[in-house]
């Protein structure tokens, strides 16, 4: 009788771990992991916190293999070794993400353009900030256009001029957010934040307020704080990069037209909407051209929308 009392206790016992420990899988997880040279923290609450924050920086790594083009072992590294000397096989994903690309260059008159690599070298904003003259602007100049990738073989790439270069720089992140995104809606997940450096994405059931730089403040001080749910917060401005030589600040953010420093009145720009990648080319794009610029996409894509801080600190916003 007493084994069989003992017997019952344990089975009792065990019954209300397990029932427990069900009953407990809502749990937050939350994780760092550095890739795109920048930390990147995800924040993800669900019954299957754990596997997916897993997933996510296998997923990070992975892209960073693919598209950091400062690694030489990256998909991106060799097709700018490679691609100026002929028709270069790539993967279906980098072939579509460039195609993407020119069609933002398109849309944005060409302040966009993934060509600016080899002003992104002249300048070497934060290694060596060299401040380079007229003539080796146009001489790099010479290879910047986006019409200078030919796609038009089915996964292949083609530089037709000899000194064009890509540096995806201002999409990876956005593009790694989509991913990511994709990736959670795979697993048993309430909501999750995604925070690539301040390429934020709110994921799920849950409204998140996101607060956005103030250019002139110290980190974590904003001048603005948004709601986000199932959408994307991506900022461009100068203050993130660059360095100050005889009182003039020169920055990361370059021009295709002239190759210098875009200067078009703003200090940042923010951009909301439901795809990260669109939203961190326009907001390079229109850091580059604008606030008319941000007018003009924000009508074309109703489910965009625009901030802007301008140089005189006055705050536009698009409708
Ligand atoms: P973001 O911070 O998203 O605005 O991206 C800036 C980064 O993109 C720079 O550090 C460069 O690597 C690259 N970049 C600079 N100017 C441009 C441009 N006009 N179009 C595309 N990429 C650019
Ligand atoms: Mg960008």
Redesign the pocket.
Known sequence: MKKVLMIISVVIIVAIIVTGAYLNRNETCEEKFFAFNTLISVKVTGNDAKNAVDALGKEATRLDKLLN?HSSQSEVSMINTAAADGYLDISEEVYLLIKRCIQYSQNTEG????T??P??DLWD?GGKNHIPDESELNKALKAVSYENIDLSQKNKVHFTHPDTRI?????A??YAADRMKEILSGFDIDYALIDLGG?IYAYGEREYRVGIQHPDKERGEHFKVISAKNASV?T??AY??GFERDGVYYH?????FDGKC?DSGIKSVTVVGEVSEMC??Y???V??KGKSLADKLQENNPGVSFVIMEDDGTQYETK
């Open positions: 083009a302040a966009f353009d993934i600016v690599k002003l992104v904003i540096d995806l720089g201002a999409v992140k956005g390429n991506v461009s401005g993130e990069r990361h953010i370059l021009s295709p875009a961190d080319a907001s390079t794009a850091y580059v």
